[in-house]
């Protein structure tokens, strides 16, 4: 039978603040990891970075279809198969829904739903056929509360976890697990140019972390280990599933 160690897992977004993270955990359960990022530099760099042999950095933009098509068939050629998908990449910035344009609308989709699409599209179908997978997709809970100048982002999230629920179902006879993790506000590069464009970055920041239970933001560290569970050959029974990590800001 197939096992969680035998193929490649592909963490997009993985040199950022959650996807970095991530591919430590994955690369400390014994996981063979490919680090994707629009930035190749700092890809390189984290896997470079990571616990143990054989990780492979790769530029990849997951917004463009026909490149995140190529660049993974070509991995698979050369390396394998990929047993383990997170798709972490993800952006957005601070806007009233009114002040939005288009342009913005199909920046924001592209990088969070249709980035999810392309390489799940493209990854599914070796799945299926080795009869294993686990993909796990990083939402927000922005997705399930909803988020003040966050309405397209909290759209594609949400697209993202109704797409992964849907196909989900498609898969499970096929010993594929389909599952989203919802971050809560967690201190990372993103969150803190977000805030600074709001010109009062500390004070936003004191405030979310007074509306959080637990008292703090999360760090990537908090999140790591929620999606390394779902990808983990033991979470075989846990499908369709939206797991919040938000230190009870969220209790959906
Ligand atoms: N930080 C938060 O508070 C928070 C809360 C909820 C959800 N999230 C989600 O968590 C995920 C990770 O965010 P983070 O906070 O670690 O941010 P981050 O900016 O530290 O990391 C995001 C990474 O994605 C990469 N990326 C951006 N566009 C890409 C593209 N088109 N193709 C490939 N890679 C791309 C960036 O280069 C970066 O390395 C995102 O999906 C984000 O929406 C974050």
Same mark, same amino acid.
């Given at each position: /039978?197939?096992?969680?160690?035998?193929?490649?897992?592909?963490?997009?977004?993985?040199?950022?603040?959650?996807?970095?993270?991530?591919?430590?955990?994955?690369?400390?359960?014994? /996981? #063979?990891?490919?680090?994707?990022?629009?930035?190749?530099?700092?890809?390189?760099?984290?896997?470079?970075?990571?616990?143990?042999?054989?990780?492979?950095? /790769?530029?990849?933009?997951?917004?463009?279809? +026909?490149?995140?098509?190529?660049?993974?068939?070509?991995?698979?050629?050369?390396?394998?198969?990929?047993?383990?998908?997170?798709?972490?990449?993800? =952006?957005? *910035?601070?806007?009233?829904?009114?002040?939005? !344009? +288009?342009?913005? =609308?199909?920046?924001?989709?592209?990088?969070? %739903?249709?980035? &999810?699409?392309?390489?799940?599209?493209?990854?599914?179908?070796?799945?299926?056929?080795?009869?294993?997978?686990?993909?796990?997709?990083?939402?927000?809970?922005?997705?399930?509360?909803?988020?003040?100048?966050?309405?397209? %982002?909290?759209? @594609?999230?949400?697209?993202?976890?109704?797409?992964?629920?849907?196909?989900?179902?498609?898969?499970?006879?096929?010993?594929? !697990?389909?599952?989203?993790?919802? +971050?809560?506000?967690?201190?990372?590069?993103?969150? $803190?140019?977000?805030?600074?464009?709001?010109?009062?970055?500390? #004070?936003? /920041?004191?405030?979310?972390?007074? @509306?959080?239970?637990? *008292? $703090?933001?999360? !760090?990537?560290?908090?999140?790591? +280990?929620?999606? @390394?569970?779902? @990808?983990?050959?033991?979470?075989?029974?846990?499908?369709?599933? !939206?797991?919040?990590?938000?230190?009870?800001? &969220?209790?959906?």
């Amino acid at each position: /039978m197939a096992h969680e160690t035998d193929g490649l897992a592909v963490v997009t977004g993985g040199a950022g603040g959650i996807g970095a993270a991530t591919c430590e955990r994955l690369a400390s359960a014994g /996981m #063979r990891v490919v680090v994707a990022d629009l930035d190749g530099a700092r890809a390189e760099a984290a896997a470079a970075r990571l616990v143990g042999a054989g990780h492979l950095g /790769m530029q990849l933009d997951v917004a463009d279809t +026909p490149v995140v098509k190529e660049r993974l068939d070509a991995l698979v050629a050369e390396h394998g198969q990929v047993h383990t998908l997170i798709n972490v990449a993800g =952006w957005d *910035r601070f806007v009233p829904f009114v002040d939005t !344009t +288009p342009e913005f =609308w199909d920046q924001v989709i592209d990088i969070n %739903y249709r980035g &999810t699409l392309n390489t799940v599209h493209a990854v599914l179908p070796g799945m299926i056929e080795a009869g294993y997978g686990r993909i796990v997709s990083v939402a927000s809970d922005a997705a399930r509360v909803g988020s003040s100048l966050e309405s397209i %982002y909290a759209g @594609a999230k949400g697209a993202v976890i109704s797409f992964s629920k849907s196909v989900a179902r498609e898969v499970a006879k096929n010993g594929v !697990t389909v599952n989203v993790v919802c +971050p809560g506000p967690t201190d990372t590069p993103l969150i $803190r140019s977000m805030a600074d464009d709001l010109g009062s970055g500390e #004070r936003f /920041m004191e405030a979310l972390t007074r @509306a959080i239970p637990l *008292r $703090r933001l999360a !760090t990537p560290d908090d999140i790591a +280990p929620a999606i @390394a569970f779902l @990808a983990s050959e033991e979470a075989r029974f846990i499908t369709g599933q !939206t797991l919040s990590v938000s230190g009870g800001l &969220t209790m959906a």
